[in-house]
């Protein structure tokens, strides 16, 4: 990339931050925003019994467990602060729109990049789910992550291992996601018997 298109990835990617910040400090007053409901609820009492209380747990998960344990880890190192939880998914949010942006150059070209890259940071969604505490925004992240190792992959052999690893972790936020580990494996034992294997081991 040139300079000017360097430049031009930093204005977007702040802006995206921007924007988001911007959104967390509006909603700092709503209702919700430091007492969960619902999900989010579930979530945060699970996050402070894995910081607190247990780390490992007695029982079945009975449920995905991987962003309890980000909320968790978060409470133990930082203390329960909803509103910086909300800046950590911000900033993953972000870096995954320049995942998204870096797969999509690597896979066509520059501007085609730069459409995924604005597309991505002004998606409401995404918007939505960073700055709430839910867990779709985690597998989005880790999702996107796996696109570009798995692009990377084409040139780097090890970038094939991490992909699995980084796909295990989405299966951990969306256990519905190992259907499409087990569809992307058969894709790759087509191509590329070796890369199938290291994706499967990842996983």
Known sequence: MSRGQRLAVIALLGGAAILRVLLVASLENKPY??????????????????????????RVFYQD?????????????FGR???????????LGVLGCW??????????????????????????????YETALLKEFLAVVLVEATLLLLVLAREKRWAGLAGGITF????????????VALLLTGFFLLKNRRGALLLAAGV
């Not at 007492?35 to 699970?46: E, G, H, I, K, T």
């Not at 995924?116 to 002004?122: M, R, V």
């Open 81 to 91: 602060d909803l509103y910086l939880v909300r800046l950590l998914q911000i900033a």
């Open 65 to 77: 467990p991987l962003y309890p344990y980000f909320l968790g880890i978060t409470y133990k190192i």
């Open 99 to 128: 995942m998204l942006f870096e797969t999509a150059r690597r896979l066509a070209d520059f501007r085609t990049g730069m459409a995924a890259l604005i597309l991505a940071s002004f998606y409401k969604p995404f918007l939505f």
């Open 168 to 179: 295990g972790l989405a299966i951990l936020v969306r256990a519905n996601l190992l259907l």
């Open 33 to 58: 925003f430091y007492r969960p409901v619902v999900d989010s609820d579930a979530y945060d009492r699970w996050g402070q019994e894995i910081a607190q209380r247990d780390f490992v747990g007695k």
